[in-house]
């Protein structure tokens, strides 16, 4: 039978352990790219994306033109704009298209991964390196007891939160201004 203590426990540690590993300098870069980009479009897939997407919302929040790349509403993408893609393989077939296509019509490329190798790392123009173990990622990173690139998902829906914590504070953004972007017909 299973102890939901020691796997809760577990869990915690890997995530603390990928956090102390994580380096300032890749931090703070995505960082001054989002507070200097007027657009952002978001990109990931599965899990993954789901983390990506909530990020997106957030940035909105915060004031930001964020666009998530699957949504219909999604304008073209051009010079002056941030990718932000997330993949732990760094080489997702249709991830790999979307960014050389972002890249063709002049977008920067900013990419989240554990990976030392892929595509995307080949024609990223910034990469941050979350070391947490995800699915098909080749690299030197925590390795995790959970299923398949668990630990990189929950390490990027906790990080992109850390991240709007300090955009908010350094955009000198209320918590009341971001209130007032939520969805207020619901």
Known sequence: MS????????????????????????????????????RIFLLGAGREGLSVRAFTMRLMHLGKEAHWIWDDTTPAIGKRDLLICACGSANVGHENYIAKMAKKNGARLALITPSSEGYLISIADNIINV??????????????????????EQTLFILF????????????????????RHRNVE
Do not use: H, W
């Open 3 to 38: 102890n939901f203590r020691e796997i809760s426990d577990s869990t915690l540690n890997e995530i603390a352990e990928v956090f102390s590993r994580m380096e300032d300098k890749s931090v703070r870069e995505l960082i001054e790219l989002i507070k200097e980009t007027s």
């Open 131 to 152: 070391p947490a173990e995800a699915y098909k990622a080749v690299g030197n990173f925590v390795f995790s007891e959970q299923l398949m690139g668990n630990l990189f």
């Open 161 to 180: 939160d850390v991240l709007v914590m300090m955009l908010r504070e350094e955009m000198g953004i209320s918590k009341e201004d971001m209130v007032s």
